[in-house]
């Protein structure tokens, strides 16, 4: 595996962060971002192969790209730690915070220290750039130092993973009054972490598992080197983890909620789409490349022009009647004006697709009413839209009385003009729930 890819992707995103830690230097929680970043590129990067070769060359003692890696894992499992400590401050307990903030960096400093001691100690004269593990498991001091970093760094990603699902856990507990769709992301976000963490801990786990078999003469080296892979996962997990609670309100806003709202307003869209141009299709062009926000607000602008072409023959008779009827029925002043609208707006399709002629009068009336539910009711077209289903085609169904063409009267039954039933505005108790 090329670790040189996660360590690049990384660092673009610490590149790309640079500027927000200038400006927060202050903030424990970005510096503790940034730390957990950069640990991780260097981590990926002084692993890779040729980096080892490197580093053993220019500094002319085999294997200190061991030392150095197993000194950056145990930072990386450090800043790990306290960056779940310091996102999770609170103001009552930030002294207690800062306490076990300092002891989380004195343990891993004392770790360290170990570290460098075991290797000073130690010799290791045959530079091994992938087994240094499996093939030094016996050496006196290699094995020390080997065994205190997978220790520390699987007991760490233990102590994270079980932090997140306690968090996790306790934010899902919360009374429904205090649940927000940013607690939402952020359980969403704790409980990727917890996994990233646990993966973490396989990976630990599957190099001890590789020195033990090493102990009794048995060669599971592949183990060892799959367990990279592990690692490359834990660490993509939990930097998506991480991302997830500060990018994911951005992605809710801005692509979620307008794709959420153009599913909503499918009913109305084809609805209105019957009044002239191209049977299905809206006339405010959208380019192929415009982002969600971007094609909602095309669509709520066509909508709404085609809406005011309507107001001629629209019947504040039928929106009052249907206004009445979703009170009567239990419904909330929102949702009664928003059926009266569905009703008035279903109907004037219905008479123009038949040519019923226009009542400029009642239109007048009609868009003052739309102009004044505009003004007052949030996402009243996503309202309009939600009613419609309630309100039957008027070819299907029927029309006003107002709008049936006359018949006259003595006229021979097979010459006379045929038109749809006599209609009534439908029951809401059918479709409104009381």
């Known amino acids: 595996m090329n670790l040189y890819i996660p360590a690049a ?19 424990p929680v970005v510096r503790s971002v940034n730390a957990v970043i950069f640990l991780q590129a260097a981590a990926f990067f002084f692993s890779a192969p040729p980096t080892i070769a490197v580093v053993n060359e220019m500094t002319g003692v085999s294997n200190f790209s061991a030392v150095l890696v197993y000194c950056v894992l145990s930072a990386y499992a450090c800043a ?26 004195w343990g891993h400093g004392v770790v360290t220290v170990l570290l460098i001691g075991c290797f ?24 020390e130092m080997v065994l205190l970093c997978l220790f520390a760094v699987t007991a760490a990603a233990a102590a994270a993973a079980a932090a997140c699902w ?10 429904p009054e205090r649940k927000t769709p940013a607690g939402g992301l952020l359980r969403m976000g704790l409980t990727v972490l917890a996994v990233g963490f646990l993966t973490n801990v396989t990976y ?23 367990a990279m892979s592990f690692a490359c996962l ?29 599913r909503s307003l499918g009913p109305l869209r084809r609805t209105m789409c019957r009044v002239g141009g191209p049977r299905g299709r809206m ?65 004037a399709v219905d008479a123009r697709a038949l040519g019923i002629p226009a009542d400029k009068e009642q239109g007048v009336a009609a868009v003052r009413a739309l102009r004044a539910a505009e003004a007052t009711y949030r996402d009243l077209l996503v ?52």
């Not at 009794?216 to 080296?221: N, T, Y």
């Not at 834990?234 to 709202?261: C, D, K, N």
Request: charged share 30%.
């Open 283 to 347: 006339r405010l062009p959208t380019a192929w490349y415009a982002g969600p926000g971007r094609r909602l607000t095309d669509r709520m602008t066509d909508i709404h022009d085609r809406m005011l072409e309507l107001g001629a023959y629209c019947s504040e008779e039928v929106r009052a009647d249907a206004y009445a009827r979703a009170r009567e029925g239990g419904r909330t002043e929102a949702e009664s004006v928003a059926f009266g609208l569905a009703a008035m707006f279903r109907a």
């Open 80 to 105: 790990c730690r306290v960056l779940m400590e310091n996102w999770r401050e609170d103001v009552e307990v930030l002294p207690r915070t800062r306490r076990r903030v300092r002891r989380w960096i």
């Open 383 to 434: 309202g309009i839209s939600r009613a419609l289903p309630a309100w039957p085609s008027c070819r299907t169904g029927r029309l006003p009385e107002r709008q049936i063409p006359r018949v006259r009267t003595g006229t021979p039954p097979d010459s006379r003009r045929t038109g749809p039933p006599a209609w009534r505005p439908p029951r809401l108790d059918r479709h409104v729930r009381p």
């Open 166 to 175: 306690k968090w996790a856990r306790d934010i899902r507990r919360e009374s």
């Open 204 to 226: 630990g786990t599957a190099k001890l598992a590789a020195v033990v078999a090493a102990w009794s003469g048995r060669d599971w080296e592949p183990l060892n080197r799959a």
């Open 234 to 262: 834990g660490t993509l997990l939990v930097a998506v983890g991480f991302l997830i609670p500060i990018v994911g309100p951005w992605i809710t806003s801005q692509v979620f909620g307008p794709l959420r709202t153009l």
């Open 9 to 27: 992707a990384l660092g673009i995103v610490l590149v790309v962060k640079l500027p927000s830690l200038v400006r927060r230097w202050s903030s």
């Open 120 to 143: 000073v100690w130690g010799e290791a004269p045959v530079e091994r750039q992938r087994d240094f593990e499996t093939y030094y498991a016996n050496t006196p001091f290699m094995r």
